[in-house]
């Protein structure tokens, strides 16, 4: 049995960690619900952005945009969100999980856009070509950076280094519960509305289609970082609030030993002075 | 004249204004739009520049930078890449802006170094111009 002074330090280093654990659950429940903030914030815009789209749809337009052609498809190109810390329990090994499980069923060729470091640096150890990485987004991403990324990825789409791009991120339902998801971003599909008002256009529907689309993939990315980051602030809350509750189980347990072995300690040393003492008489 | 509509912007970092407003001046991509109450359905494309609007005799203004509107059922929906309310704008950093971007006008280098600093001229303008309004 282990003395009583190292368990003793044993204890004292479990507990420093519980405090550690402690501290970042706390952090990640203050940016958690900071991210389902900017999360709820950015919706009435993205709602909007579709909803023109939908009506711009109605059209009958003769000249359509590329963005919407769809092509056959050679290159697939995945675009993973995953976060740039770790210990956040399963988040990013759950999106990288289903993200490779895809790459493997996929025949065409795929390559990849990654944004975060942890997404970068499992793929790194792979074969699998990047065309961009993106990292050290923060805790709170701006729009400005969803919107360098989608240039990116239009681009690439443009000058045919993909013929179809997903969108690979997590989606937040709650903060113990979040989803990989995968999302076509390009081609866009023209979405299905019913007939509407007739309205007046400025310019023509065509212009503003190609003003519109590239801000509609701006906002998906937008949209699919921000679900991230509240994801991975509640991931994290969730994996260190079981890991102060472990510290604790483990400090309890510990201490049950320490005290075991103490209490031997103290009957030894009695038992010998009794039994000294016994030699005497 | 009678009445109002609502006059909401919406910007991706989340809602900045609605408002019941007797008058609104959009900036268009073709020019000016005044929108009034009972305005015909309408979708346009928007430029940088200043969002100007009727409320209780009182002329507030937005500086916007791009996006779209679109006018519906006696409202007015501002989709814009950014938005700030007069009141909100930084006269001091729009101004450092400008001079910024002035300066690197007038250094030239390449394509892209050129329109993104018309870009930032033209916003910081909009911001400068939107903030005239307050005191």
Request: hydrophobic share 40%.
């Amino acid at each position: 049995m282990a003395g009583v002074r190292d368990i003793r330090r044993r204890i004292r280093s479990v507990r420093n960690m519980q405090q550690i654990t402690k501290a970042m659950k706390m952090v990640s429940a203050a940016k958690l619900r900071k991210a389902q903030q900017k999360l709820n914030a950015a919706r009435p815009y993205a709602h909007q952005l579709q909803g023109v789209l939908e009506r711009l749809s109605q059209v009958p337009g003769d000249t359509v945009h590329p963005l919407l052609i769809k092509r056959p498809v050679q290159k697939v190109v995945y675009v993973v969100i995953t976060s740039d810390r770790g210990l956040c329990g399963g988040y990013n090994s759950n999106l990288i999980r289903k993200t490779a499980g895809l790459i493997a069923e996929t025949p065409q060729e795929v390559k990849l856009v990654t944004v975060g470091r942890k997404g970068r640096d499992f793929f790194r150890r792979g074969k699998i070509e990047f065309l961009a990485e993106f990292v050290a987004l923060g805790d709170e991403p701006s729009y400005n950076q969803a919107k360098e990324i989608a240039q990116e990825v239009v681009r690439l789409y443009e000058q045919g280094e993909a013929d179809e791009v997903y969108l690979m991120y997590t989606e937040f339902v709650s903060a113990i519960n979040a989803r990989p998801t995968q999302v076509k971003l390009l081609p866009i599909e023209k979405p299905e509305g019913k007939q509407s008002k007739q309205y007046i256009f400025e310019p023509s529907p065509d212009e503003i289609l190609a003003s519109l689309l590239p801000k509609y993939v701006e906002t998906q990315i937008f949209r699919s970082i921000l679900e991230g980051k509240a994801s991975e602030q509640g991931a994290r809350m969730t994996a260190m609030s079981s890991a102060t509750d472990n510290a604790k189980d483990m400090i309890d347990r510990l201490s049950l030993i320490m005290n075991r072995a103490r209490q031997a300690a103290i009957t030894k040393e009695i038992s010998e002075i009794v039994g000294g003492a016994a030699a005497l008489d | 004249m009678a009445g109002t509509f609502s006059l909401r912007i919406v910007s991706p970092e989340g809602n900045v204004l609605k408002e019941d407003v007797e008058f609104a001046v959009i900036p268009g991509e073709l020019g000016e739009l005044g929108i009034l109450p009972n305005h015909a359905p309408l979708i346009a494309g928007m430029d940088i520049g200043v969002l100007r609007y009727n409320l209780n005799g009182a002329v507030k203004r937005v500086a916007v930078a791009g996006g779209f509107v679109e006018v519906i059922e006696n409202s007015a929906i501002v989709l814009a890449d950014t938005a700030e309310l007069s009141e909100d704008i930084d006269v001091a950093r729009a101004q450092e802006a400008r001079e910024r971007a002035k300066k690197r006008l007038s250094t030239r280098t390449n394509e892209i170094d050129v329109r993104r600093a018309e870009y930032a001229l033209r916003r910081a303008a909009a911001r400068i111009e939107a903030s005239v309004g307050k005191k």
